[in-house]
């Protein structure tokens, strides 16, 4: 892939993400969703850009569980994933994930969750959030919902319901 940059968002990207999301989705509720939920504590977002164009973005926001678990972990969701329609299908969403994933290693998160397609996302190591106790505080297929332990044996002593901040309500 040409001239590909993937990196942690900067300051003068809030626009081109905007609309990026609102393009992706063909409506702004997850444009939105990303400016509300931006700077917020253990959020992180990157984008991919090509010949500065931003053509890519990923974000990751922490969620809670309601159940049983340390409130030690770090646990984030990866959402939303989004890439300029001209530009699917090209490599650009997976190179996002990937490094994304790794930044939030490097970030000590312990566990990362994803509501999605299960051929996609397992691509990048999810597996049923279910296996591991966990689900989803929306109603979804089990399948749909499904997590990454980043520190190993980090979801040991989970299990409940995972929730994202209320800011995604926008989204349902
Ligand atoms: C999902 C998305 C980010 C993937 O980005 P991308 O750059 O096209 O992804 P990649 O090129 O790395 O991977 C493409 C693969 O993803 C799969 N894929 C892409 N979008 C998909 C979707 N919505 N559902 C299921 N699979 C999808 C394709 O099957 C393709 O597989 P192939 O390479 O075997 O044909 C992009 O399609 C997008 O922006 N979609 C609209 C927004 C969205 O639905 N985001 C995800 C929900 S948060």
Same mark, same amino acid.
């Given at each position: 892939m040409i001239d590909m940059d993937i990196r942690a968002e900067k300051p003068e990207?809030? &626009?081109?993400?905007?609309?990026? &999301?609102?393009?992706a989705f063909r409506r702004e509720?997850?444009?939105i969703l990303v400016d509300q939920l931006r700077g917020i504590a253990s959020t992180i977002s990157f984008v991919a850009a090509q010949s500065e164009q931003i053509v +890519?973005?990923? $974000? $990751?926001?922490?969620v809670?569980?309601?159940g049983q678990c340390s409130s030690q972990l770090l646990i984030l969701g990866l959402?939303?994933?989004?890439?300029?329609?001209?530009?699917?299908?090209q490599g650009i +969403?997976?190179?996002l994930i990937q490094q994304g994933l790794e930044a939030c290693r490097q970030s000590n998160c312990d566990a990362v969750v994803v509501l999605g397609d299960r051929q996609y996302y397992s691509r $990048? +190591? $999810?597996?049923?959030?279910s296996t591991q106790g966990l689900r989803c505080e929306y109603?979804?297929?089990d399948e749909a919902f499904m997590v990454l332990e980043l520190n190993r044996a980090a979801l040991q002593d989970c299990s409940g319901t995972v929730q994202y901040r209320s800011e995604f309500k926008l989204c349902e």
């Open positions: 990207d809030v &626009n081109a993400i905007h609309q990026v &999301n609102r393009e509720n997850e444009a +890519g973005h990923l $974000f $990751f926001s922490p809670t569980i309601n959402a939303p994933v989004a890439v300029l329609p001209n530009y699917q299908r +969403g997976s190179l $990048f +190591g $999810f597996m049923a959030a109603d979804v297929p």
